[in-house]
T-cell receptor
């Protein structure tokens, strides 16, 4: 059974610090997605990673994909309070027409 | 460009009742997926539809069903509601290549 594991599950960090969220998955896929969810809200698409070695950056967030290691990372640079949210990675399994979501990482940036 | 629209936003139902949730995808998107989100189980796949055909279904009991209409709008139905069905139900739409999924605001279902 496919598993998508994120760590850490909870992350409390100071403003201006850097940190990385990890997303490991257990089967072959070259499509990986990162989403952000604010409390009580829907999922906001952050990054779409479609090939091995893909790297994308938006503001203080940067995502990368290593399909050989079955690993994606979401790196946060110089965190600010507005980044406080829950972050999900999701893997698209070819031919199944569904995403498998990770457990989510609840990020809290402390002022 | 309008996003994915889900109605209603909130629902309170009694055990044993049934409920129908609606999802209108982004114009031009023919793939519609449904997910259930709960604190305990996280985000779980329910169904995916494309051009009125269900292409995959998640591991949910037969009480959960869905359909898609010719205009790509989709509905999901849950019969004989149980307390454990309380969740946020999210709908996502994609183009045919499914390279990116856009989620609606969700329907918050509470079963009492």
């Amino acid at each position: 059974e496919l598993k998508v594991e994120q760590n850490p599950l909870f992350l409390s960090m100071q403003e201006e610090k850097n940190y990385t969220i990890y997303c490991n998955y257990s089967t072959t896929s070259d499509r990986l997605y990162w989403y952000r969810q604010d409390p009580g809200k829907s999922l906001e698409s952050l990054f779409v990673l479609l090939s091995n070695g893909a790297v994308k950056q938006e503001g203080r967030l940067m995502a990368s994909l290593d399909t050989k290691a079955r690993l994606s990372t979401l790196h946060i640079t110089a965190a600010v309070h507005d980044l406080s949210a829950t972050y999900f990675c999701a893997v698209d399994i070819p031919g199944t027409y569904k995403y498998i979501f990770g457990t989510g990482t609840r990020l809290k940036v402390l002022a | 460009k309008a996003g994915v629209t889900q109605t209603p936003r909130y629902l309170i139902k009694t055990r044993g009742q049934q409920v129908t949730l609606s999802c209108s995808p982004i114009s031009g998107h023919r793939s519609v997926s449904w997910y259930q989100q709960t604190p305990g189980q996280g985000l779980q796949f329910l169904f995916e539809y494309f051009s009125e055909t269900q292409r995959n279904k998640g591991n949910f009991p037969g009480r959960f069903s869905g359909r898609q209409f010719s205009n790509s709008r989709s509905e999901m139905n849950v019969s004989t509601l149980e307390l454990g069905d309380s969740a946020l139900y999210l709908c996502a739409s994609s183009l045919a290549d499914r390279l990116e999924a856009f989620f609606g605001q969700g329907t918050r279902l509470t079963v009492v």
